[in-house]
């Protein structure tokens, strides 16, 4: 039984002194995590003040996405389904980690201090069976460009890969490599069109229209917790030809995560569900995992 | 809960029958959230998303949707395949559960099985029509044993074309090729260790490769085995040793592993004893180094990555890799001693990636050049560039490269050449394109890649496409284009084993 199986309600009861004789109840690492949440949550937009503007709502969304924790890993499943019904599988571990300490005693970082800065990504594949063992490594610099590695395990092979087709699909999927590891803040135009009862609506265009394939894209992001629930994005014509939308959502040490989204093209009718399984926080990866050294030899420990 | 999800993958991953699939297909959409009333788009406020399992929301206020049903905040519990992280929720099983792939991964067996028959586009008076037709049988195994990590992985191949069906293990011959059986460890926190049989590869090159001197194999690269075949295993101790300063990789190779040349039972090729093509009828014979440790090999490197730059020295000692002398008295091609030299940066350039590698082979039993039965020292040069190209199409890539072989000594090599053997140019030149493109959702990969010599005048073309039908099933097709204005160049002399070819291949 892990942590994440928790309701909220367990959370909300191990933070306050009261609830002494029912969290003797609670598994310790409950216990744990709720101190961690209690911890992290200082620093953490959604128990600041409301973000006011577009840009303060989008740095926060972009954090809970892609930056929360120091670092993070994930088994990963994508099942990729075409307009006939065929469904593909791709199942990865993905091994994130932030550069900059941007949660806890080691340093603060406001939301948009922490988008902007370096993360490394490892990305090794399970399946399928012709892919099993390549690994794919990203150091992430937002504002340049990233640098991409890919291991070929077959011809024990480091190739330095471009990264200029940010917006192709992602291992044959219908995420496309940005929507893996973030799309720059500063890439876009946004303006905080609604607010409801749940969500914060955001429109962005992009700055340089010509980079990319759509003319804009809705954020509904919820908040509560900052999460993107839903995307659209638009062409010329202001229709929508792709949606993201998420299907759920897991609290997991402390944080808000969202454990599986559908991306789906409205054209071709295919669409990818992504299923996060086993997402740990903090579990310590060191630096140089994100180094020729354990793309040539995987760290064990922490891929399976 | 999760065991009927990893039922129902079973039957997807199967396929058995599409009605079943699609009546899936209906089933796992009735699981996501229904939508709220109304959703049709037109309205900004009805197009707004429910709230999803795990972020529950407050009560209904005016248009707002509401929320789904279940999806209380009170009952923050997650749909099926998300309420508890078993491993087999999504249930990604190796597909093909009958007999001995069953088998295969109960056993943790990884593989293919592949059919691989391509032939000659034109007669080879001294070659075979059938370029290659084999059956091969891929195992893998792997085993953490503490701190040791253990793998092997062995092909079996029935190919009528062999000439004996004896395994050698060194050249690959007959019907067992074992690719890799190795150990490795890490005694130290900066020390990796791989000892056994293993593939090797470093440098900045895919083709030409420079300063690795890993032996590769050309016979499975132009009869169109896949990629990985060009580089043959290596017996060796590789020793990593990282540190803040450098990184640096030894490998000892204890007895001499050449390349699998071109030796004429598959490929025909110019003999310059014979002044003519030759194959079948005359195959090189060759004496290869083949004492352990006296016969030995040693190459290293240092490396480390300054400021985006990836930069590399590198070392090697042991003998040219494919025949590079000629023994008159014995009548048989020999792999003098080489010592080699080089350095590589790589880095990020304009959206693409640049490289630069740069070697100097001293043939050490030719040091004048004047020796007419051992090849000169040389210098190699290779400059490349490759991109993405989303600004004419996605996942599209193209890459150039320029290679330069200078020999050293040409005008002692000039002199001392004996009559009748053709005069190879000082400097060769080689343009080398490549360009892929990723289509279908990229069920399909399309790719070419072309190794033109202005100097020689003659190019060599691979095209190749391959179609993956699902995550088991690959198709390939391709060719391998041998052309020259002379029989006796580089790749001219390859020209009448232009072959087409064609795979099918299971992985599992």
Redesign the interface.
């Known amino acids: 039984m892990?942590t994440?199986?928790r309701?909220?309600?367990i959370w909300a009861l191990g933070l306050t002194a009261a609830a002494t004789t029912l969290a003797q109840a609670v598994p310790r690492t409950a216990h744990q995590a709720a101190g961690q949440s209690a911890a992290q949550s200082a620093g953490q937009s959604t128990a600041k003040e409301e973000p006011k503007t577009a840009e303060d709502v989008i740095a926060a969304a972009n954090r809970v996405c892609y930056y929360q924790g120091n670092d993070r890993s994930a088994q990963v499943?994508m099942?990729?389904?075409?307009a006939q019904?065929?469904?593909?599988?791709r199942?990865m571990t993905i091994l994130r980690r932030n550069t900059e300490r941007a949660e806890g005693a080691a340093g603060e970082l406001s939301d948009v201090e922490c988008c902007a800065s370096e993360q490394s990504f490892y990305v090794r594949f399970?399946?399928?069976?012709?892919v099993?063992k390549t690994t794919f490594m990203v150091h992430k610099k937002p504002g340049a460009?990233d640098?991409r590695w890919l291991y070929?395990p077959?011809?024990?092979?480091?190739?330095?890969?471009?990264?200029?087709?940010?917006?192709?699909?992602f291992?044959?999927s219908h995420f496309y490599y940005e929507d893996v590891s973030g799309r720059h803040l500063d890439a876009d135009e946004r303006t905080l069109?609604?607010t409801?009862?749940?969500?914060w609506?955001v429109d962005s265009k992009p700055k340089n229209p010509t980079s990319v394939e759509f003319a804009s894209y809705r954020m509904?992001i919820?908040r509560?917790?900052s999460?993107v629930?839903?995307m659209?994005y638009k062409d010329a014509s202001g229709e929508?030809y792709r949606t993201y939308?998420?299907?759920?959502?897991?609290?997991i040490q402390g944080r808000?995560t969202v454990?599986?989204a559908?991306m789906t093209d409205l054209r071709?009718k295919?669409s990818t569900t992504v299923?996060y399984?086993?997402v740990k926080y903090d579990i310590g990866l060191p630096e140089?995992l994100f180094t020729?050294?354990y793309l040539r030899?995987a760290p064990?420990e922490f891929v399976k | 809960m999760p065991m009927t999800i990893v039922t129902r993958t079973r039957l997807l991953s199967l396929a058995v029958a599409p009605a079943l699939v699609s009546g899936l297909m209906r089933e796992a959409a009735a699981q996501e959230p229904p939508l709220p009333p109304g959703l049709g788009g037109e309205s900004k406020k009805q197009s707004e998303p429910s709230l999803p399992p795990g972020l529950g929301g407050t009560s209904r206020l005016g248009d707002e949707p509401g929320l789904p049903p279940g999806l209380e905040p009170s009952e923050p519990s997650l749909p099926p395949g998300l309420d508890g992280g078993s491993e087999d929720v999504i249930g990604v099983e190796t597909v093909g559960q009958t007999g001995l792939l069953s088998f295969a991964a109960d056993h943790g067996i990884k593989g293919f099985l592949e059919g691989r028959f391509g032939t000659r586009t034109q007669r080879d008076p001294h070659e075979r029509t059938a370029s290659i037709a084999e059956m091969r049988l891929r195992l893998e195994a792997e085993r953490q044993a503490g701190s040791v990590f253990l793998r092997g992985a062995t092909d079996l191949i029935v190919d009528p074309l062999f000439d004996s069906w004896a395994p050698d293990l060194e050249s690959g011959q007959g019907f067992v090729d074992l690719r890799e059986a190795y150990a490795s460890f890490s005694p130290l926190p900066w020390l990796d260790v791989k000892a056994g049989r293993q593939v090797l590869t470093w440098g900045t090159g895919d083709l030409p490769f420079i300063n690795d001197l890993f032996p590769k194999d050309w016979v499975s690269f132009f009869v169109g085995r896949d990629d990985e075949y060009l580089k043959a295993p290596s017996d060796a101790i590789r020793v990593g040793i990282f540190s803040d300063v450098a990184n640096v990789d030894l490998v000892y190779t204890p007895r001499f592993d050449a390349d699998r040349f071109i030796r004429g039972d598959r490929i025909s090729y110019y003999n310059p004893l014979l002044g003519r093509p030759a194959g079948r009828d005359a195959p090189l014979q060759t004496d290869q180094p083949d004492e352990w440790i006296d016969d030995s090999e040693w190459s290293a490197r240092i490396y480390r990555n300054v400021g985006g730059y990836e930069l590399a020295a590198y070392g090697y000692l042991g003998y040219w890799k494919s025949p590079s002398g000629f023994d008159p008295l014995s009548g048989q091609a020999r792999f003098p001693r080489l010592a080699a030299y080089g350095a590589s940066a790589r880095t990020q350039l304009a959206g693409g990636i640049a490289s630069l590698e740069v070697g100097y082979y001293d043939s050490r039993e030719d040091e004048g050049g004047d020796d007419p039965f051992v090849d000169n020292s040389q210098t190699r040069v290779l400059v490349g560039f490759e991109r993405d190209l989303p600004e004419i199409a996605h996942s599209f890539s193209v890459g150039a490269q320029y290679y330069l072989e200078a020999m050293s000594n040409h005008d002692e090599y000039e002199r001392t050449l004996p009559n009748g053997i053709p005069l190879r140019d000082e400097y060769r030149h080689v343009i080398i394109l490549r360009a892929s493109k990723l289509l279908l959702e990229q069920r399909m990969r399309a790719s070419i890649f072309t190794y033109t010599s202005p100097s020689d005048r003659d190019t060599y073309i691979k095209p190749n496409v391959s179609y993956t039908i699902d995550d088991s099933w690959t198709l390939t097709v391709g060719a391998n284009i041998f052309a020259g204005a002379d029989d006796y160049t580089f790749i001219g002399q390859f020209g009448p084993n232009t072959n087409v070819f064609a795979a099918l291949r299971l992985s599992f």
Do not use: C, F
């Open positions: 892990t994440r199986n309701p909220l309600w499943v099942e990729i389904v075409d019904g065929r469904t593909r599988t199942e399970q399946h399928p069976a012709d099993d460009d640098d070929l077959a011809l024990d092979m480091v190739k330095r890969v471009s990264s200029a087709d940010k917006r192709s699909s291992v044959g069109v609604d409801t009862e749940n969500y609506v509904w919820h509560g917790s999460v629930t839903k659209e929508t939308e998420v299907l759920g959502v897991d609290e808000k454990v599986k559908k071709t295919g299923t399984k086993d140089d020729e050294r030899r064990r």
